[in-house]
Every structure is written in C-alpha cells, then in structure tokens.
C-alpha cells in the first residue's frame, strides 16, 4: 500500500487531454514539491515536472502539474502515441523521513 | 552529459551482502544529494535511501533500515550501495538517481539506467 495513492490505469484516445491524480496528506503532498516521472518499459524513469512544476527543457509543454492541499495531478494535452509509459509522483514524508513514490499509473493511448 | 552508471549487481543467496556502485560524471557531484531506488519486477518505484553532498546526513525506506548502508566518496565520482542480510523481496532493478539539489528533501532529476539484483 503506497502512501500516495495513483490511479493504476488511465486511457485516452490521441489528441485529448488525460489527468493523472496523486493522493496524499499533510505530511508528504502539502507540505513538499511534487515530482512527477515517466517510465517505458524496460528503461529508466524519466523526470518530467520537479520542483516549482518546472518542466526540465526536453519535455514538451503538454505536460503539466499542479498541486492542491493535499493532491496533486498531472495533466498531458495532445495525448501522443509515445506517451503510452507509466507514471509515477513523488514526494518528501516529513513523517516517515524519506521519499514516497505513488503506485504508478499506466497509460494506454487508444 | 549528466551520467550515471551502475554495477555491482548480481544473483546472490539470502543472507549473503553485495555492494553496489554508481559512477558519475558530467557534473559536479559533490555538490548534490545522491538517491538509490529500486524497481521490483513488476512493480512499482521504491525509494531506498538518500545521501547528503558530504555524506553527514542520510536517510533510509523503513524496509532495508539496518541492513543497508549508502555512502559516497566525493575524490572519485562514486555513490555507494550496500547490501546486507538480503532477502528474496529485496530483487529488483536498483536505480542510482541524483538530487536537482543538495538537499536530501528535493527529488531526482537524473538516473541511471539500473542494476539488476536477484536474491535467490
């Protein structure tokens, strides 16, 4: 059980715009920057949104994130063919003094 | 470029130790937190450990606290990994990962590509 909560799968057919939700706490999403990562198969993950929502130069500004109270998302528009990978959000826990990963979303463009 | 090389993995029985190694370069690496992950096969993203720039300060997953220890030697470039008492469920593809900072607080912004660690 992951202490932020992802939505296993997510799907959307090219061109449309899909959102991914991250669910945590005080301790972990609110208090601390939210990462966002991509993983394809067999590869590294890949940092797509660090701190301050920053993009890092070669990802595309189809991706977005942003972060409420608690809860984050990320947001990819003109859904592509080659965003199909995992996704994963991460977070400092002030508590467990570590780093949290959400349980990953896969998502499945149609 | 930014790079990050793994090695040291292997199959290794229950019980037994391995050290890992993360080679960089491309950057000034005693500048920046450093982290370990690992990747089950299957599963999901897990967070192992991070190291402060000096080494003074570091921080483990509940589940390898006290079996595992993570060091650098900032003279050579190199972020350590070590494994000890391992058990079957500690298999995974372990990912040496850099800090967009030097605060062991702030996320990972570069990775390597993994080494593949079996437990059996």
């Known amino acids: 059980q992951s202490v932020l909560t992802q939505p296993p799968s997510v799907s959307a057919t090219p061109g449309q715009r899909v959102t991914i939700s991250c669910s945590g706490g005080?301790?972990?999403?609110?208090?601390?920057?939210v990462y966002w990562y991509q993983q394809s198969p067999g590869t590294a993950p890949k940092l797509l949104i660090g701190r301050f929502d920053q993009r890092p130069s070669e990802v595309p500004d189809r991706f977005s994130a942003s972060k409420s109270g608690t809860s984050a998302s990320l947001a990819i528009s003109g859904l592509r063919s080659e965003d199909e990978a995992d996704y994963y959000c991460?977070?400092?826990?002030?508590?467990?003094?570590?780093?949290?990963f959400g349980g990953g979303t896969k998502l499945t463009v149609l | 470029q930014v790079q990050l090389v793994e090695s040291g993995g292997g199959v290794v029985q229950p019980g037994r130790s391995l050290r890992l190694s993360c080679a960089a370069s491309g950057f000034t690496f005693s500048t920046y937190a450093m982290h370990w992950v690992r990747q089950a096969p299957g599963k999901g993203l897990e967070w192992v450990a991070v190291?402060?720039?000096?080494?003074?300060?570091?921080y483990f997953a509940d589940s390898v606290k006290g079996r595992f220890t993570i060091s650098r030697v900032n003279s050579k470039n190199t972020l350590y990994l070590q494994l000890n008492s391992l058990r079957p469920e500690d298999s995974a593809v372990y990912f040496c990962a850099k800090a967009d900072s030097y605060y062991s607080y702030h996320g990972m912004d570069v990775w390597g590509r993994g080494t593949t660690v079996t437990v059996s």
């Open positions: 190291i402060s720039l000096d080494g003074s300060n570091k």
């Open positions: 005080k301790s972990n999403i609110e208090n601390n920057y």
């Open positions: 991460s977070t400092w826990d002030d508590s467990l003094s570590g780093w949290v």
